[in-house]
């Protein structure tokens, strides 16, 4: 890590929180540690610390391949979490706004693990899972990935019109009750806006950018972004790379959509989503964890104001996870 960086975190000692990264899969499926730096992929707790983050979204991401095994798989990966990320000292796992506040508290060794599940087929169709997997410490719910499921139509099915099913309004409605964070990330364009008309809590999108400066399905257009920055909402701005640029991802691109989101609705909205571990390669310039304070040091350079950077790095997700967890 460059002096730069180093200088960047350590001065106003931020507090940068990631809404998105797929290492409990890599840990599954490759054997990678955690807890020791290993050099591989984006993201093991060195890197996470070096890097200024204090809290982190691990995602149980089921994948379409486990069709008919859903569950399971999501248990295995919540076992990962607990067995492989969250039991050796150094790492907190968030229940609620008691744990949220004892992390932010701790000293520069403490990270908060948030356990987060992406797609609703984990759910097999059923809400008596969903207060189960709540009990196992779920907090957030990516309701699809890009297939239709029981709950809504991904992005890749948005060519029907589909959005948010009579189940689909059932999670959203005990999502609120529970408080379990409702991530919109992979939805729909419609059922984005179906969403967003019937939750009681504000939502993220924990890993997309600006389909304005990139003009990927997976992004999220104007009039969206609008109305999430109007419902107290947040974007998770990400690294992976063909939602950056299509030509030349790299940081700058990455401080391109931060500033186009921020220019349209303020710096209210703006949160990070790396998606580390869940793309392949590495964008230039953010190539690990250990290189956020690049983001810090990109955001000084362009003219932000402190306070500013601190809601992009993690001040925006920190507030609607205040609001949505209990204590």
Not at 7 to 18: F, H, K, T
Not at 37 to 54: A, I, M, W, Y
Not at 103 to 132: C, F, H, M, N
Not at 206 to 229: E, F, G, K, M
């Given at each position: 890590?460059?002096?730069?960086?180093?200088?960047?975190?350590?001065?106003?000692?931020?507090?940068?929180?990631?809404?998105?990264?797929d290492?409990?899969?890599?840990?599954?499926?490759?054997?990678?540690?955690?807890?020791?730096?290993?050099?591989?992929?984006?993201?093991?707790?060195?890197?996470?610390?070096?890097?200024?983050?204090?809290?982190?979204?691990?995602?149980?991401?089921?994948?379409p391949?486990?069709?008919?095994?859903?569950?399971?798989?999501?248990?295995?990966?919540?076992?990962?979490?607990?067995r492989?990320?969250?039991?050796?000292?150094?790492?907190?796992?968030?229940?609620?706004?008691?744990?949220?506040?004892?992390?932010?508290?701790?000293?520069?060794?403490?990270?908060?693990?948030?356990?987060?599940?992406?797609?609703?087929?984990?759910?097999?169709?059923?809400?008596?899972?969903?207060?189960?997997?709540?009990?196992?410490?779920?907090?957030?719910?990516?309701?699809?990935?890009?297939?239709?499921?029981e709950?809504?139509?991904?992005?890749?099915?948005?060519?029907?019109?589909?959005?948010?099913?009579?189940?689909?309004r059932?999670?959203?409605?005990?999502?609120?009750?529970?408080?379990?964070?409702?991530?919109?990330?992979?939805?729909?364009?419609?059922?984005?806006?179906?969403?967003?008309?019937?939750?009681?809590?504000?939502?993220i999108?924990?890993?997309?950018?600006?389909?304005?400066?990139?003009?990927?399905?997976?992004?999220?257009?104007?009039?969206?972004?609008r109305?999430l920055?109007?419902?107290?909402?947040?974007?998770?701005?990400?690294?992976?790379?063909?939602?950056?640029?299509?030509?030349?991802?790299?940081?700058?691109?990455?401080?391109?959509?931060?500033?186009?989101?921020?220019?349209?609705?303020?710096?209210?909205?703006?949160?990070?989503?790396?998606?580390?571990?869940?793309?392949?390669?590495?964008?230039?310039?953010?190539?690990?964890?250990?290189?956020?304070?690049?983001l810090?040091?990109?955001?000084?350079?362009?003219?932000?104001?402190?306070?500013?950077?601190?809601?992009?790095?993690?001040?925006?997700?920190?507030?609607?996870?205040?609001?949505?967890?209990?204590q």
């Amino acid at each position: 890590m460059s002096s730069p960086e180093i200088a960047g975190l350590a001065r106003e000692n931020r507090m940068i929180v990631d809404a998105h990264c797929d290492t409990l899969s890599v840990i599954v499926d490759k054997g990678r540690l955690f807890h020791c730096e290993t050099r591989e992929g984006h993201l093991d707790l060195p890197r996470l610390l070096r890097g200024g983050v204090k809290v982190q979204f691990f995602a149980a991401f089921v994948h379409p391949q486990f069709r008919g095994g859903y569950l399971r798989r999501t248990l295995t990966l919540v076992d990962a979490f607990y067995r492989r990320v969250a039991s050796p000292p150094g790492v907190a796992v968030i229940l609620g706004n008691n744990d949220l506040e004892h992390v932010l508290d701790g000293g520069p060794d403490r990270l908060g693990a948030l356990l987060a599940v992406e797609g609703g087929e984990a759910l097999e169709g059923s809400i008596a899972v969903l207060r189960t997997l709540y009990r196992l410490g779920l907090r957030c719910l990516g309701l699809t990935w890009n297939g239709r499921n029981e709950l809504a139509d991904g992005v890749g099915e948005a060519g029907t019109g589909g959005g948010l099913t009579a189940f689909g309004r059932t999670v959203v409605a005990e999502l609120n009750r529970l408080g379990i964070l409702v991530d919109l990330a992979h939805i729909s364009e419609r059922g984005f806006w179906d969403v967003l008309e019937i939750s009681a809590a504000p939502v993220i999108v924990s890993h997309a950018n600006a389909r304005s400066r990139c003009d990927h399905p997976r992004n999220l257009t104007d009039a969206q972004i609008r109305v999430l920055a109007a419902r107290g909402g947040v974007i998770g701005i990400t690294f992976v790379p063909g939602f950056v640029h299509a030509e030349t991802p790299c940081l700058e691109r990455v401080l391109d959509h931060i500033e186009h989101v921020v220019q349209l609705v303020g710096p209210d909205c703006v949160g990070l989503g790396s998606d580390f571990d869940g793309f392949p390669g590495r964008l230039p310039g953010l190539e690990h964890a250990g290189r956020l304070g690049n983001l810090a040091a990109g955001l000084e350079k362009r003219g932000f104001a402190e306070p500013e950077i601190d809601k992009i790095l993690g001040g925006n997700l920190l507030r609607v996870l205040k609001q949505v967890l209990t204590q």
